[in-house]
């Protein structure tokens, strides 16, 4: 292999690794607000919206996706939705505008009818 890309330029091989933050870098730190036992119930009762996002970098173009479900006791049966969506080119954007943007989208898909939810 070595032979084969010997004449490739260094400066235009990318490095992809299995994950996007190293396990030995720090991270920020999670915050737990002072009501976080009425969170913690809401969740074992059912009564706790749920979000879960996902970003993709492949072939130059970052994407997310997003799965939104809201509690059967609120809705009166449950409702999940998804959402996929490509954030542009990987020149431009990167993996973690595309989990902020998805987070965004998420939260802006709450209607005002359930504030009272944990999310």
Known sequence: MAAAYRDLPLNRLESINAFSLPPWENRVQAVAEDDGDKASAAIKTGWAARVATATSARND????????????SHTGGGCTTTEQRTVGPRTEQNPFTAELAAMATALESLAERIRHLFI
């Open 61 to 72: 173009i970052v994407g997310f996706g997003r799965a939104l479900h809201l509690p059967m």
